[in-house]
């Protein structure tokens, strides 16, 4: 069973719009930490944010927001006020420390900005 | 500064060749994983290693192999086994209780 879903695969929004990528996961830990990160065409891979399982505070960074919900199981992103610099895959992942401490990646979601 | 290395960013491979792809850290991180990430799709985990000569397999391990001689080193090895490797090669390694997995900047690696 896939433990990070991203159903979005590709959104594609106009240039200062506002955008939520969704992640949903699946775990039977009560200790794991939820990760975001964004993947521009270079290929690296950047960190955006990580969130312990008793966090349940939503946090906002710049244009960079997001919605740590337990009970459904969600950890969504939102960016407001969307730029062409944001055109990018982004990643939401999964570890547990139980699980051997691996991470589980969704399958990421494209998003393209178009000016 | 500290960080993760990956090299070579492109590398080719002739059929029936092995070829290793080098991951360093020096950021003193306790796990180091492998994944592979072909065109459009997500990360799929190949090894992960929680301590210096320990792994486990990931998802797709067949046709890889790894080492963990260092705590710092983590390469892995594409044998002749594996069918489709033309794929972007990742390496991440990560602490708990770190802040994030640090990602290497990845290897391309195409069979000619």
């Known amino acids: 069973a896939q433990k990070v879903t991203q159903a979005q695969t590709e959104i594609s929004v106009v240039e200062k719009e506002d955008v939520t990528l969704d992640c949903v996961y699946e775990?039977?830990?009560?200790?794991?930490?939820l990760f975001w990160y964004k993947q521009p065409p270079s290929g690296e891979l950047v960190f955006l944010i990580r969130?312990?399982?008793?966090?349940?505070q939503n946090e906002i960074s710049g244009r960079y927001s997001w919605n740590f919900q337990k009970s459904t199981s969600s950890f969504n992103f939102t960016i407001t006020a969307s730029q062409v610099v944001d055109s990018a895959v982004y990643f939401c992942?999964?570890?547990?420390?139980?699980?051997?401490?691996?991470?589980?990646f969704g399958t990421g979601t494209s998003l393209t900005v178009i000016p | 500064d500290g960080g993760i290395t990956q090299s070579p960013k492109y590398l080719f491979r002739k059929e029936g060749q092995n070829v290793t792809l080098s991951c360093e850290q020096n950021l003193n991180h306790d796990a180091m994983y492998w994944y592979r990430q072909d065109p459009g799709q997500g990360l799929r985990l190949i090894y992960y290693?929680?301590?210096?000569?320990?792994?486990q397999k990931g998802d797709i391990a067949e046709g890889y192999s790894v080492s963990r001689e260092k705590k710092e080193s983590f390469p892995l090895t594409v044998t002749s086994a594996q069918k489709n490797p033309t794929a972007f090669y990742l390496c991440?390694?990560?602490?708990?209780?770190?802040?994030?997995?640090?990602f290497g900047q990845g290897t391309r690696l195409t069979v000619v």
């Open positions: 290693s929680q301590i210096v000569n320990d792994f």
């Open positions: 992942a999964l570890s547990e420390i139980r699980g051997g401490n691996q991470f589980y």
């Open positions: 969130r312990n399982s008793f966090d349940e």
């Open positions: 775990t039977r830990d009560t200790t794991y930490y």
């Open positions: 991440a390694s990560y602490t708990p209780g770190n802040t994030e997995a640090f």
